[in-house]
């Protein structure tokens, strides 16, 4: 049965012409894989959106798989549609609002506020399970702490080493690894610093060399980032956390961890180790000048 909607909101950097096919499918999500091999996701208007990301508004009772949409099937792409097995599942974007992954963070100091937010109970609760820490999110953890020890050491050959060591670290289509990266760069591409911007620029450098070590889907996600490109989700909080009261920091935090099922936990992690990195640069800054 044919099938037509209209994109709720889509990426302004969305390619305004492609051929493809589709790649994965969930429930509320699937994927596309372009000829030029670029990723379109199209998902449910609640995940928000993202790099090279449609929107749609789905009635509540059905989902993606219930219309049948299966991996292979051919899709092609326009400014005014997009067209996926044969013109059986359309989508107009006619109507769909533009969206850009920027944000503006007018003040981007220290304050108690920012402290409140960044290091209060829900943000620095541990969101793994006792299964999770007892298998992947252990090693996941030792990996992070090396990651972290060598960035506030200035070691450029062991943050080398440490972030090939988080590339494709897990399972699934998004390894943890690749989740907590992209997370992680977010609060440095933002919140910019003369002095952390080596250490962004040698992560990006060598994640854009490594990122074949992981699945498709996941290196296009690490791509969009080193790119300056991130999911609104991430967005939204960190622009809360300096703008925001702690009940607001909340919401953004669970709306992050609801995308997946282990990714938004461990894209969470990310952040909030970016941004603990950030506020001890901010604060060695205030240091100097008393």
Known sequence: MRRTFSAFSFDTKLPPRFGGEVQSVFSKAFNIRTEENELISIVTAEKLNGPNRILLKLPEDE???????????????????????????????????????KIEIKEKTLSSRVRDN???SFLQKDFSTEKERNSV????????????????????????ENVKSLIGFGEGLTPSGDDF??????????????????????IKRIINLEKEKTTFLSGKFLEYACQGRFPE??????????SRNRKEVKEAAKKCLDFGATSGRDTLLGVLAGLSLRVKELENDSKEYR
């Open 63 to 101: 989902d993606f798989i219930s219309f049948g949409i299966k991996k292979g099937a051919k899709t092609v792409g326009t400014a005014q549609e997009i067209s996926i097995d044969n013109g059986n599942f359309l989508i107009s974007l006619e109507k769909a609002k533009k969206w850009s992954s």
């Open 118 to 120: 960044l290091f209060g």
């Open 137 to 160: 999110s252990q090693e996941l953890r030792v990996r992070i702490q090396e990651l972290i020890k060598s960035t506030k050491e200035r070691d450029s050959s062991k943050v080398s």
């Open 181 to 202: 990266l992209v997370g992680f760069i977010a609060p440095l591409h933002f919140l910019d610093n003369s002095e952390l911007y080596p250490l962004l620029k040698k």
């Open 233 to 242: 989700t991430i967005l939204n909080l960190i622009e809360t956390i300096f």
